[in-house]
């Protein structure tokens, strides 16, 4: 809901996966997918706001589904990044 919880549970936070919304009460998620990319943990982005905010630089590679998401491309995207490796 705020980007301070997003950098805490990205920090502190146990899970196989993560979805992270780009605009977090008007800031960016950026920072906090940062540390979960620094942490290894595949993730993706899930956002209304298309590819120019998170589809450029380090965070090219990472997928990115558009809101509003069908509810099985999303969990089709998911289960492509757990089982990466």
Do not use: M
Request: net charge negative.
């Amino acid at each position: 809901a705020s980007l301070a919880k997003a950098i805490k549970a990205a920090r502190e936070a146990r899970y196989d996966a993560a979805i992270l919304d780009i605009d977090l009460q008007g800031q960016s998620v950026l920072p906090a997918a940062a540390i979960i990319a620094g942490r290894g943990i595949p993730f993706l982005f899930h956002t209304a706001y298309g590819e120019d905010l998170a589809g450029s630089g380090e965070f090219a590679d990472v997928p990115l589904c558009s809101k509003p998401t069908d509810p099985d491309e999303l969990v089709r995207v998911l289960h492509g990044l757990l089982n990466k490796g």
